[in-house]
């Protein structure tokens, strides 16, 4: 529990600083800042031309994520949709335009000041159908059965309890509903030293899973048609600086590491009617909705 609240504290800080240096700067992404260690080529290149002109400049550059959830699936008119760990409100924004005013946008954020500059980027985008909330994806502030969808950006791999997140994430989604995130998962066996190291960079502060864990989490939290889709596998030569300012010895690692630190989208859906899943119904019984 001392490693989770640590984990919590550290990504709080983390995100309040990149919020406090979009506000501040303006026209320099927050990744970019030294302290925030999360640099290329994660960040970049995610969005088009013009989806980034649909939301505020803040908003463009307040985006920690590792890929673009919006694309992930075609999002109806009148839907509802959760981004858990909104941030600036990128992804937030542009899917409210897409599922329109009969529809809802909801993003969720723990970190009062990316919550306070997500905010004012709606104010200046002039979305209505939008509405941020405080709170943790562990224990999301939304009743059973409310949402249509659920994205995220490179975020729930910074969750000290990913199982509990998914079990939230199923437990607000509506029975058929979908869950469609990109993040950071790790293929294949990688020693623990170079994985941690790894990780800082590609992770930034936490851990991802393995992508057998993923899917399997996904499973148990009564999750159908999981899918896991690579969409940027990165290079020993991508980290080679960060690594070598950290003591590490890059060509000694390299065949460790090539090719198993990717981001993905990761897809999965809220069976209709409930329980066809294996070991959902003593997971809905756990929780207690059966």
Do not use: H
């Amino acid at each position: 529990m001392e490693s989770a609240a640590r984990t919590k504290e550290e990504v709080k800080e983390k995100y309040g600083n990149a919020a406090r240096a979009v506000a501040a700067r303006g026209a320099v992404n927050a990744c970019c800042d030294p302290g925030l260690r999360c640099c290329d080529p994660i960040t970049t290149n995610l969005y088009s031309a013009e989806e980034m002109g649909q939301v505020p400049e803040k908003a463009a550059l307040a985006s920690l994520g590792c890929g673009n959830p919006t694309v992930l699936l075609e999002l109806k008119a009148g839907e509802t949709v959760l981004d858990l760990g909104s941030g600036g409100g990128i992804d937030v924004l542009l899917s409210a335009r897409r599922v329109g005013p009969t529809g809802k946008a909801y993003g969720l954020d723990m970190t009062d000041e990316m919550l306070a500059l997500a905010r004012e980027n709606q104010r200046q985008a002039g979305v209505e159908n939008v509405e941020f909330l405080k709170g943790e994806m562990e224990n999301i502030p939304l009743p059973d059965n409310s949402v249509d969808v659920i994205i995220s950006n490179c975020v729930i791999n910074l969750s000290a309890d990913k199982s509990r997140v998914l079990r939230e994430a199923f437990r607000v989604l509506r029975p058929g509903g979908r869950f469609a995130v990109s993040d950071v998962i790790v293929r294949g066996e990688v020693p623990d030293e170079v994985r941690n190291s790894m990780l800082l960079w590609v992770g930034c502060i936490a851990g991802a899973l393995e992508e057998a864990d993923y899917r399997a989490k996904l499973e148990d939290a009564c999750f159908t048609e999981v899918e896991i889709e690579p969409t940027r596998v990165y290079s020993i030569e991508d980290a080679r600086q960060f690594l070598t300012e950290a003591g590490v010895d890059v060509n000694a690692i390299a065949p460790q590491v090539e090719g198993k630190f990717l981001s993905a989208f990761i897809r999965a859906t809220k069976p209709d009617p409930l329980c066809c899943a294996p070991g959902c119904c003593r997971t809905l019984a756990e929780s207690g909705k059966a």
